[in-house]
């Protein structure tokens, strides 16, 4: 029994009333032991996925909605970065001792508005219960055609380096969003400071500039944990260097203002993560292609710097003079 005196369902009644509904044909009503996927002829399949754990990747106390939102979120930047479109996920959800129902209602509303606003549905997973912390994990699937998926690794000299939208918008979300907000927050007005917590909370997966990196970009990855940081990883797959223009990279006039009212939180910016926009990298001559199709979907894409021969080399520089970062990026370990 619960605290409230009400006896909760029990595992299958559970999928069948708040898993169910969102599910897609491929989770074969989600009474089987595995869901299907169809890719069509010619296409493969993209995979990618995000365990995510409260006090972690998430405030305990956040609204169940926007914990979901974001978990899938997260793996759909990851497929979108690759050029693929989204085709299911599964769920792998381990609830703490004193869940309710109602949480777990307004859980699975907040999974149904992103996947069906991305056209993701839900084909399968598993639910549980633990003595330690929310944890949940979705893996995404997706497909390219064939031999078309955009690799990290394929970024060349002379490429023109670019991101999506702004920069540093959640990582200065999470200390806006947090408990313990740093002084510089109450410097802030309102509307700066909600956008950078919803930033931090309801990242947006970039699946519009899907099909136009497929076809354009050299290389790309989705900037997850830190720009500095996740330009290295992609530096290092390609076995190339970058000279990056710090004063180039997107700002949000918020991250401008939190910047403003505390100047060192610009290395936050570049380095802080949680911002799931694309990295990529292109040609000069495939840039004008690139940059069309991102302005007609709606999405700033911003050239930052250039690929150099010398590998795994990153030169910063801000305001004219070189620029150096003791970390490029959040780790777990």
Known sequence: ?????????????????????????????????AGLLRPARGYELVVTADALVAGGHFFPDDLPASIARKALAVNLSDLAAKGAR????????????NWTEDWLQAFAAGLAAVAGEHHCPLIGGDTVSTSGPLTLSITAFGSVPAGRMVLRSGAKPGDLVLVSGTIGDGALGLKVHGSAA????????????????????HPQPRLALADALQNHASAAMDV?????????????????????????????????????????LAELAWTGGDDYEILCAASEGEYPALAAAAQAAGIALTPIGRVTPEASVARYREQGRARSFAQGSFAHF
């Open 224 to 264: 997850s944990d830190g720009l500095v940081g996740d330009l290295a990883k992609l530096l290092k797959a390609s076995g190339a260097g970058a000279e990056i223009d710090l004063d180039a990279v997107p700002l949000s006039p918020a991250a401008r203002a939190a910047i403003m009212a505390d100047p060192a």
């Open 182 to 201: 740093p002084a510089w927050v109450s410097r802030l007005g309102e509307p700066e400071r909600a956008f950078l917590a919803d930033r931090y909370l």
């Open 86 to 97: 989204p085709d299911g996920f599964v769920l792998s959800l381990a609830l703490p001792r």
């Open 1 to 33: 029994m619960t605290a409230q005196g009400k006896e909760r369902p029990g595992e299958f009644e559970l999928i069948a009333r708040h898993f169910a509904p969102i599910a897609g044909s491929g989770a074969l009503g989600l009474l089987d032991d």
